[in-house]
Nanobody
């Protein structure tokens, strides 16, 4: 089992920044792919970013809608994954979830463990 707890959400003006954190506990954190997803009211949960970690280094992947504005990172020593969000737009407003799974994928169903979510609100 892996327990995930997100934090860092809040209200920000368009163009502003937020940094989300996801603290993991339980099984070995470094062995999982960590992803961020988001879900806005009335919409399906969508992939935002993911990060993997292997002996050859880290690999990241982003949704086109956030590429160049968001950065995912992880600190395996602290069992924490981060999502730095810059140049926020009203359409970025959603509940943001972190997730852990075994595969490099953008498919939410492939992730085994989920946090409770943190709300991000962007005012125009």
């Amino acid at each position: 089992q892996v327990q995930l707890v997100e934090s860092g959400g809040g209200l920000v003006q368009a163009g502003g920044s937020l940094r989300l954190s996801c603290a993991a506990s339980g099984r070995t954190f470094s062995g999982y792919v960590m992803g961020w997803f988001r879900q806005a009211p009335g919409k399906e949960r969508e992939f935002v970013a993911r990060i993997n970690w292997s002996r050859s280094g880290r690999s990241t992947y982003y949704a086109d809608s956030v590429k160049g504005r968001f950065t995912i990172s992880r600190d395996n020593a602290k069992n924490t994954v981060y999502l730095q969000m810059n140049s926020l737009r009203p359409e970025d407003a959603a509940v943001y979830y972190c997730a852990a799974g075994p595969s490099d994928t953008v498919v939410a169903g492939a992730y085994y463990y989920w946090g409770q979510g943190t709300q991000v609100t962007v005012s125009s």
